[in-house]
C-alpha cells in the first residue's frame, strides 16, 4: 500500500510561511513584514536583518546548506546561484552560518548572460535579483541537499525588468488601483486590495526513460521530428479519465507529496485524450504566488519522472496527430475580504457592478485581441493552436447562454429585466438524484470562456510561464477599468451613466463575443468579417509587442517602458529561429546518421533477397520488387529533402537577427522540414521494425 501521508502535516513544512514567520518572528517584525507583504511598505535593514536570520536558523533545521535567489529570465524556466551560509573561518578554523538582510533583499547575478533584447551588453554584466516578499521562501530537497530558494523579481542595473515577475508584480499594482476605484464607486469601503487569482491547469506526456533516449529529436528539441501514427491513437477516447496505471499513480503520489510539502495545491489529476497525456491542477492562488508554483510543479513533474525511470514532456505538441498540451490559465479578481468580481450571483441582470466588470473585460479584449493572442506566442504553440483539441489562433470570448441573453437585452432594449435559469437535470433514470444545473454549457473550443465566476484563458503553452499572458490580462483590465472610472467619476447621475456604459461597452464589442464551435472552418470567415485578428504563428503575432496602442498601454501604467517592449520582441525572434534552427539541424543529423543508413541496410538485404529467391528458379518476386522500388523512390525523396534543407541552414546567418532570421525560418525551414519528414515517416511504415533505428510512436505511448 506504501507510506501513508498526513496532508494536513505534510503540506508547506517546507514553506517559510505565515505561520512559520508568526511563530519564529518577533511580534514588532513580523507585524512590520506583514505591511509590507499587504501594503507595500518598505521595509527597514533592521527588520531585514531579524527575518533573515530566522530564515536561516529554519532552513538549517529543514537540512538546508546554501540559500538561493530562484528568479525567472526571461529564457522560459527558472535561474538559481547557490551560496552557501558558511563566512569567513575564524582563527581557530571554525566558521559560523550567517544570513544577513542585505543577502535577503539584494543578489548580484550576471544580466549580460541572460536574454535582454539588446537591453545589457556583454561587457555591462550588472543585475540584481531583490526579494518577493510576497512569495514565501521554501526549502528545496534534491541530490545537492537542501537549499533555501528565496523568490526575487531580476531587474538590469539601469531597472530595466529582465523577467517575467517583475511587470507580473506591476501589473498586479495596476489592476489592485483601478479596481479599488470601480469598486469605490458602487460603495465598497471596506475591500482594501484586489488581486488577480489564477489556477494553471498543466497538461503533460509520460514515455519510458530508455526508449526516449533512443530519440535524439526528443532529447535536443522536446518533440517527435519524425514518426508515423500507430494503427490506433487517441480515436477511441478511452484514455482521457480513464484508470490511471500503476506506474504513473506511483509517480503522481510522489508529484503531490513534494507539491504539497512546498505549498503547490495539487489538487485534480487524471488521463488526459492522448495515450500517455496527464493533467495536473492546483487551487488557486494570487497571481504571482501561481506563477512561482507552477514553475515548481513544471520542476517536479520532470525530476520525479526521472525517478520512475520515465521521462516527462512539456513541449506543446510532442506527438503529431495527438492532441497536444496546454496550460488553462483561471483568472478572476477577488478582494482581501473575499469578494470576486466575476461572480454574476443568481440574477445577474440585476448585478450592476458584474455587468460593468464583465463588459470593461470583453472591451479589453477586443481592443487588445493581439496582445493577448501574442502572450500565448510560443513555438511550439504553433503546432497546436487550432488543433481538435486547443483553440483557434483567433481571439474570442465565450460567455454561455444566460449571459449572452443578458447582454443581448442589454444591445437591444437597454435593459435587462431577466436571466436564464439553470433548471433540473432530466436524466431519465428514478434512481439518480435531481439536482440543479448549471446556466450554461461549457466550450472547450473558445480560448477565451466565462466559466462559472472566472475566466479561462485556454490557449497558454504547457512550457509557457503563466506570467506573460497574466500580464496582459491585467493591464487591459486595468485600462477598462480606468476608462470607466473616469467617465463614471465625472457623472452627474451614476446610475444612468453606468447604465448607458454597460450598453455602450456591450453594444461596441460585442464581434469578440463567439459562442459556438472555434475549430468550424465557418468560424475563422466569421472572424475574418468581424475584423477580429487572425494571428496563426508566433511570428505573426510579435509584432503585437511595440505597436504605438501596446506602448501607451503598458507605459501608462508603468508595466512596461517601450525599451522593455523592443527587447521582448527582439528575444521573441531570436528564441524562435534558434529553436527551428535546432530542429532542422536536429532532423538532418538523425536523417544523415540513422533513417539513411537503415533503408540502405533495408534495401540492400531486400535485393539480397530477391536476388536469392531469384536463384531458386521462376518464383514471383513483384511484391519484393515493388517494396524495394518503393524504398529506393522514398529514400531519393528523403535525401533531396535532407539536402534542401541543409542548404536552408546554412542560409541562416545570412538574415540578420530579428524578425528577418525568424520570418526566414518560417517562411523557409518550416517547410523544408515538412517536406523531410514525409517521406521518412511513409519509410517508417515500410522498413523493417528490427532495423529502424528509432522507438515508434506506438512503443513511446503505449508503454510509459
Known amino acids: 500500500m506504501g507510506d501513508f501521508i498526513n496532508v494536513t502535516e505534510t503540506f508547506g513544512c517546507d514553506v517559510f510561511n505565515d505561520s512559520v514567520m508568526q511563530e519564529r518572528l518577533p511580534k514588532k517584525v513580523y507585524k512590520e513584514l ?8 518598505g521595509l527597514s535593514m533592521e527588520i531585514a536583518d531579524v527575518v533573515a536570520h530566522e530564515m536561516k536558523e529554519w532552513a538549517i533545521e529543514k537540512g538546508a546548506t546554501h540559500y538561493s535567489h530562484w528568479f525567472q529570465p526571461l529564457t522560459g524556466v527558472t535561474a538559481e546561484k547557490h551560496d552557501a551560509f558558511i563566512s569567513e573561518p575564524k582563527e581557530n578554523g571554525k566558521v559560523l552560518m550567517s544570513f544577513s538582510g542585505k543577502e535577503l533583499i539584494k543578489g548580484e547575478p550576471d544580466a549580460s548572460s541572460f536574454p535582454s533584447g539588446g537591453l545589457r551588453a556583454t561587457f555591462e554584466a550588472r543585475g540584481y535579483t531583490t526579494w518577493d516578499c510576497t512569495s514565501p521562501a521554501f526549502v528545496r530537497h534534491d541530490a545537492a541537499g537542501g537549499t533555501l530558494c528565496i523568490p526575487t523579481a531580476f531587474c538590469s542595473y539601469t531597472g530595466e525588468a529582465l523577467d517575467q515577475k517583475t511587470p507580473l508584480l506591476r501589473s498586479m499594482e495596476a489592476i489592485n488601483t483601478q479596481a479599488l476605484r470601480l469598486l469605490r464607486l458602487f460603495g465598497n469601503t471596506t475591500s482594501k486590495r484586489v488581486t488577480p487569482s489564477v489556477g494553471a491547469e498543466q497538461e503533460y506526456f509520460l514515455i519510458d526513460k530508455e526508449k526516449y533516449i533512443e530519440r535524439k529529436d526528443l532529447i535536443y528539441t522536446g518533440r517527435t521530428l519524425f514518426g508515423a501514427m500507430p494503427p490506433k491513437g487517441q480515436e ?4 482521457y479519465l480513464g484508470t490511471i496505471r500503476q506506474r504513473v499513480s506511483a509517480y503522481m503520489k510522489e508529484v503531490n507529496e513534494e507539491c504539497w510539502r512546498l505549498g503547490v495545491t495539487a489538487k485534480t489529476q487524471h488521463n488526459e485524450v492522448a495515450p500517455s497525456q496527464h493533467e ?19 520542476r517536479i513533474l520532470k525530476k520525479v519522472a526521472s525517478r520512475h525511470g520515465m521521462r516527462c514532456l512539456l513541449h506543446e505538441k510532442p506527438f503529431a496527430g495527438l492532441n497536444g498540451s496546454g496550460k488553462h490559465n483561471n483568472w478572476s479578481l477577488t478582494t482581501d475580504d473575499g469578494i470576486n468580481l466575476l461572480d454574476p450571483g443568481k440574477t445577474p441582470h440585476e448585478n450592476v457592478q458584474f455587468l460593468l466588470v464583465l463588459t470593461c473585460i470583453l472591451k479589453a479584449v477586443d481592443d487588445h485581441a493581439d496582445l493577448l493572442r501574442e502572450s500565448a506566442a510560443d513555438v511550439g504553440n504553433d503546432h497546436r493552436l487550432g488543433g481538435n483539441e486547443a483553440p483557434p489562433a483567433v481571439i474570442s470570448v465565450f460567455l454561455g447562454e444566460q449571459l449572452e441573453d443578458v447582454l443581448e437585452q442589454l444591445i437591444s432594449t437597454g435593459t435587462a429585466t431577466h436571466s436564464k435559469k439553470g433548471g433540473k437535470l432530466e436524466t431519465g433514470v428514478k434512481t439518480l438524484p435531481d439536482f440543479m444545473k448549471d446556466a450554461t454549457d461549457r466550450n472547450r473550443t473558445s480560448p477565451f470562456a466565462f466559466t462559472g465566476n472566472k475566466f479561462e484563458f485556454r490557449m497558454v503553452g504547457s512550457r509557457d510561464s503563466i506570467s506573460s499572458c497574466n500580464v496582459v490580462l ?16 465625472a457623472a452627474t447621475d451614476f446610475e444612468l451613466a453606468v447604465h448607458d456604459l454597460i450598453k455602450e461597452y456591450a453594444t461596441d464589442h460585442q464581434r469578440i463575443v463567439f459562442n459556438g464551435n472555434g475549430y468550424a472552418p465557418e468560424w475563422e470567415k466569421e472572424a475574418i468579417r468581424r475584423g ?7 511570428v505573426d503575432a510579435i509584432p503585437a509587442l511595440t505597436t504605438d496602442k501596446a506602448v501607451k498601454l503598458f507605459e501608462e501604467f508603468g508595466v512596461f517602458t517601450r525599451a522593455e517592449l523592443e527587447s521582448r520582441a527582439e528575444i521573441q525572434y531570436e528564441i524562435y529561429a534558434k529553436a527551428i534552427n535546432i530542429e532542422a539541424k536536429t532532423m538532418i543529423d538523425i536523417a544523415t546518421k540513422q533513417i539513411i543508413p537503415a533503408v540502405i541496410k533495408y534495401t540492400t538485404v531486400l535485393a539480397e533477397s530477391i536476388n536469392s529467391v531469384k536463384a531458386v528458379g521462376p ?25 534542401k534543407l ?17 520570418v526566414f525560418c518560417r517562411e523557409k525551414i518550416v517547410p523544408a522540414m515538412e517536406a523531410l ?13 528490427e532495423m529502424w533505428p528509432m522507438p515508434s510512436y506506438g512503443d513511446l505511448i503505449f508503454e510509459p
Open 34 to 41: 506583514k505591511k509590507t507583504i499587504e501594503e507595500g511598505k
Open 236 to 239: 477511441m477516447d478511452d484514455h
Open 280 to 298: 495536473l491542477a492546483p487551487i488557486y492562488a494570487p497571481v504571482n504566488i501561481a506563477a512561482d508554483h507552477n514553475q515548481l510543479m513544471m
Open 474 to 489: 491585467n493591464t487591459i483590465t486595468a485600462e477598462a477599468f480606468k476608462e470607466a472610472c473616469d467617465r463614471l467619476e
Open 532 to 538: 477580429l485578428p487572425n494571428l496563426p504563428s508566433m
Open 619 to 643: 518464383i514471383d518476386v513483384s511484391v519484393q520488387t515493388d517494396l524495394l522500388k518503393k524504398s529506393c523512390r522514398l529514400l531519393k525523396t528523403t535525401n533531396s529533402a535532407m539536402n
Open 646 to 662: 541543409g542548404k536552408l541552414v546554412e542560409q541562416i546567418p545570412d538574415h540578420p537577427e530579428g524578425r528577418d532570421r525568424a
Open 677 to 689: 519528414r514525409t517521406p521518412v515517416d511513409e519509410l517508417e511504415m515500410i522498413v523493417d521494425k
